[in-house]
């Protein structure tokens, strides 16, 4: 996008060479007119200036939620084609001076809006998603940071439940306690069905000993409990859930030390506003062309 009125930007400057060297080679032309011109070009090499700045930080935004989400990257590359078939557009185009400065005042607002209002939903995003987390922590006050925490990080809600809380060692049975926590977080994913639910269990790198056959095991089944007793226990409706185990490979903390490797025995239920209206209005949004 910002290649895209790099070009325009570089095709005024050449347009204002050619258009100065005309009027002065031309007689008959006043010199009130040449600086008028002159002015008009460099007001809109301005404005082109501006806007590309403004396109580049949207940019970085819309990168930093792609990093993290394979929904947005999918939108990403989507929009790049879009902006690429725009831009091979636009160099045909600038073969018609004329013609290319009048479109271009109507393609900087029509950029302009879509990007307002891409903005507008990304930080939309970030409001749900804060009010999720807020919902979330309310929800299970009565919980001490030893037993979960709940935090934010790349556009999602991370409860962070220790095995202490939810599991016996070595064990895939939840805990009365650890169904309490369960239930009331149930109670507000029920209420807010446009969330997806992400289920990781993670042990620590102790081999495992006993039912289970490694640690990749233990992890799995885990997480297949929890959703068990979200969906069927709690109603959580269960095309909105996944579950996955990670065995000892995604720890938060050493396993040089028991304090460190009870932390990495947890389970992380992640949370994830649904990107529906920013997906379609990334994917269905069309550059501006010629006599629109």
Same mark, same amino acid.
């Given at each position: 996008m910002a290649k895209l009125f790099f070009m325009s930007t570089k095709y005024f400057s050449l347009s204002a060479l050619a258009l100065s060297s005309?009027?002065?080679f031309s007689s008959c032309v006043p010199k009130s007119k040449l600086l008028s011109a002159e002015d008009k070009l460099r007001q809109m090499q301005s404005d082109s200036a501006q806007m590309a700045g403004r396109i580049g930080?949207?940019? #970085?935004n819309v990168?930093?939620? /792609?990093?993290?989400? !394979?929904?947005?990257e999918?939108?990403?590359?989507?929009? #790049?084609?879009?902006?690429?078939? /725009?831009?091979?557009? !636009?160099?045909?185009?600038?073969?018609d001076a004329s013609s290319k400065l009048n479109m271009s005042q109507q393609q900087i607002a029509d950029q302009q809006r879509r990007l307002e209002q891409l903005q507008s939903l990304i930080d939309q995003q970030k409001k749900n998603t804060e009010a999720l987390r807020t919902k979330i922590n309310d929800a299970l006050v009565g919980f001490?940071?030893?037993?979960?925490?709940?935090?934010?990080k790349n556009g999602k809600v991370y409860v962070s439940l220790q095995e202490n809380l939810l599991f016996p060692s070595g064990s895939a049975v939840v805990n009365p306690k650890g169904k309490e926590a369960l239930g009331k977080l149930a109670s507000v994913l029920n209420v807010n069905p446009d969330i997806n639910v992400n289920i990781e269990g993670h042990t620590d790198s102790i081999p495992m000993k006993g039912r289970y056959v490694d640690n990749?095991?233990?992890s799995t089944a885990r997480a297949n409990a929890i959703v068990r007793i979200l969906t069927d226990t709690y109603k959580v409706d269960a095309a909105r859930v996944t579950a996955s185990g990670h065995s000892k490979y995604d720890p938060v903390d050493t396993n040089?030390?028991?304090?460190?490797r009870a932390k990495n025995r947890r389970t992380e239920i992640i949370l994830?506003?649904?990107l529906d209206e920013l997906m379609r209005l990334i994917q269905s949004g069309e550059a501006p062309t010629a006599g629109q």
């Open positions: 005309l009027l002065l930080s949207l940019e #970085q990168n930093r939620l /792609t990093d993290n989400s !394979a929904q947005l999918t939108a990403r590359i989507t929009l #790049q084609k879009q902006l690429d078939a /725009t831009r091979t557009e !636009a160099t045909s185009r600038l073969q001490s940071s030893n037993e979960l925490t709940v935090s934010t990749w095991d233990l040089l030390t028991t304090q460190g994830e506003p649904k």
